[in-house]
């Protein structure tokens, strides 16, 4: 599966008597996966015997800002720890090439993910997730529920409040809590779900 992709690269380093390397860069745009779209993505980097660090990525990311930190070992283990602020729902699902009719709101999100390259079963990390202001059409099980018992809330959610806390490890992403409230509904999850959705 693609991963990653990245358009106009610029790269301005230097190399330095122990052979390793400084510098800074910037990227127009960038895909990860075929849903997230950062653009003017920049930052300074070192790089020592396959060991690289950025530590202050900074990118544009669906009217909001992107802020974060790699850390890679070349062929072993990485470290990302990124903030997302004030980043427009409906320009995300735009992005993503979903549908984003009558969408909006703002997501607030912190996370820090570890691993080791190519083991899932290594991958550790905590994610908090916001949305403010947020109108989205919710998932279509329960819009079709929606629809049969004519709840019209459940069609379109208009959300007081909406957080997740999410904890990876075991090879799994470990629901905490997941709390959508609207007017006068109130919908919450938790627990765990396998890499591969189920």
């Given amino acids: 599966a693609l991963v990653l992709t990245l358009s106009d690269v610029d790269v301005s380093s230097e190399i330095l008597p122990d052979r390793s390397v400084t510098g800074s860069f910037r990227i127009v ?20 015997a396959g060991h690289l660090v950025i530590p ?8 909001g800002k992107l802020t974060g930190a790699v850390e890679v070992e070349q ?24 549908n984003g009719d009558g969408t909006r709101g703002r997501l607030l999100a912190n996370g820090i993910f570890r691993g080791t390259a190519g083991r899932p079963e290594t991958f550790t990390g905590d994610v908090e997730i916001s949305l403010e202001g947020a109108r989205l059409q919710p998932l279509d099980f329960i819009r079709q529920i929606g629809e049969l018992l004519s709840i019209q809330e459940l069609q379109m959610l208009e959300l007081k409040t909406a957080e997740a806390k999410l904890r990876i490890r075991d090879h799994k992403v470990h629901v905490e809590t997941v709390v959508l409230k609207s007017e006068n509904r109130v919908i919450d999850a938790k627990g765990p779900v396998n890499f591969d959705g189920k």
């Fill in 29 to 48: 745009e960038t895909a990860v996966g075929a849903l997230v779209h950062p653009r003017n993505v920049k930052g300074t980097f070192t790089w020592k």
């Fill in 56 to 63: 202050d990525l900074v990118a544009d990311w669906a009217g």
């Fill in 75 to 98: 062929g072993k283990d990485f470290s990302v720890h990124a903030v997302a602020d004030d980043v427009l729902i409906k320009q995300l699902a735009a992005d993503a090439g979903i």
